[in-house]
């Protein structure tokens, strides 16, 4: 299972230890709101497959709004694998 | 990067170059310029433009071959070293850019938002050979278009660590004019050379391609966009100008298609191949050549020309993006 803890310290990796002023990351924190690049969020994204093996659909993670989509969409992932 | 980081780096990146080749110029005139500034520039020039080149443009961003693990982390980090982005965020644009080349949505089109007279073709130009960079809303999702590369840790580190590997572009040239003439002025003018002097020219060609390359040149295929061969930048540019034979042919690992059209990417790419350091080179013979010219000669070409599919399936909400959809 993939956790708000887990994305929450992988964001506070990508800023570098700077936390979004002012914002309480949660679930339905948006990504945008975050402030941060495209590559940070791709840095994200990639390294929660890699460390859970499992293969986020692209197109939807690109589409993500907040955390919480995102969480869900590598979690499905998760189960599908599971039951497969 | 986006947002502001990615702005000042543009704007560094674009003007301290310049004064670079301004303080040249001056210790040129100086004959303050010496044979160990020659090689430091062509060495990096070299390693810039194959990094470019066959790095990030044929491996990365079209898969036109196969290497070994090292080879690959050799090239992209070679282009890193050229300084036009990191190798996801370059190829994320350079996808988008085949998509829909010269259409609404492609990231550097000199005709965009296209204005009549010279005034407004200047514009567009100067929009596809370095404007399209400034632009604050530039943005091409690494996860849309390259989730096969984002996958390569490899290409995430080199990505993370785009400007440190910039820097060392410049201290290494600068190393190389120090080995040569032991002195710290031969380092700082090694640097100068080999490190801005370097970055200014080659990227100025890579942008060429861009701008000229899809404005003024011979079309052999008409392909659904403005894209040229532009000849007399073939040799400089290690290849890419062949860039109407590219667009007709993306995943060819050759972009020059006639004996004489020049393209050192290619050589490099074949001697990897015979020196059994590179597989599943793409290479497109004459006959496919030919069958392609005439049917796109049937439908039509240009920037009106219609284009296959319509809308890239990576931006189509219903399609699953597919690897082959975005190379
Ligand atoms: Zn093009
Ligand atoms: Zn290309």
New binding site residues.
């Given amino acids: 299972m993939i956790t708000v803890e887990e994305v929450t310290k992988l964001i506070h990796r990508e800023m570098r230890g700077k936390a979004p002023t002012g914002i309480e990351i949660a679930e339905d924190t948006k990504l945008g709101d975050l402030g941060l690049s495209s590559l940070q969020v791709t840095e994200i994204v990639f390294t929660l497959e890699e460390t859970h093996g499992v293969e986020f659909d692209p197109a939807r993670a690109a589409d993500a709004r907040t955390l919480g989509d995102l969480i869900a969409i590598g979690n499905e992932a998760l189960a599908a694998q599971d039951s497969a | 990067m986006d947002g502001r980081k990615h702005y000042g780096f543009i704007l560094v990146s674009s003007l301290l170059p310049l004064f670079g080749v301004v303080a040249a110029m001056v210790l040129l005139w100086n004959s303050l310029a010496g044979p160990s500034d020659l090689v430091a520039f062509l060495v990096m020039f070299v390693i810039a433009g194959l990094g470019v080149s066959t790095g990030y443009?044929r491996l990365l961003?079209?898969r036109s071959f196969r290497t070994y693990r090292p080879i690959k982390i050799f090239f992209a980090t070679a282009g890193a070293i050229a300084g036009q982005g990191p190798p996801l965020i370059w190829v994320a644009h350079?996808r988008r850019h085949?998509r829909v080349a010269d259409k609404p949505g492609d990231p550097h089109s000199p005709y965009q938002e296209e204005q009549p007279g010279i005034r407004g073709a200047l514009k567009g130009l100067w929009h596809s050979h370095l404007g399209w960079l400034f632009d604050p809303g530039l943005t091409s999702d690494p996860i849309r278009y390259c989730p096969d590369l984002a996958r390569d840790r490899d290409l995430r580190v080199i990505s993370r660590w785009f400007i440190p590997i910039v820097l060392a572009g410049i201290v290494l040239p600068g190393l190389i004019g120090f080995a040569l003439t032991g002195t710290l002025f031969g380092f700082a003018t090694g640097a100068l050379w080999g490190g801005l002097v370097r970055f200014f020219v080659s990227n100025h060609i890579t942008y060429a391609v861009n701008s000229i390359g899809h404005y003024f040149g011979r079309r052999r295929f008409d392909t659904p966009d403005e894209s040229r061969n532009v000849a007399w930048l073939a040799i400089p540019s290690f290849g890419e100008a062949w860039h109407n034979n590219?667009h007709a042919f993306?995943r060819s690992a050759s972009h020059g298609m006639r004996w004489w059209e020049v393209d050192v990417s290619a050589l490099v790419i074949s001697g990897l191949k015979s020196a059994r350091l590179a597989w599943d080179v793409m290479e497109i013979d004459r006959e496919r050549q030919e069958r392609r010219a005439d049917g796109l000669r049937k439908t039509g070409g240009g920037r009106q020309g219609r284009s296959a599919p319509p809308v890239p399936l990576a931006e189509r909400k219903d399609a699953v993006v597919g690897v082959a959809d975005v190379e």
């Fill in positions: 443009h961003a079209h350079h085949h590219h993306p």
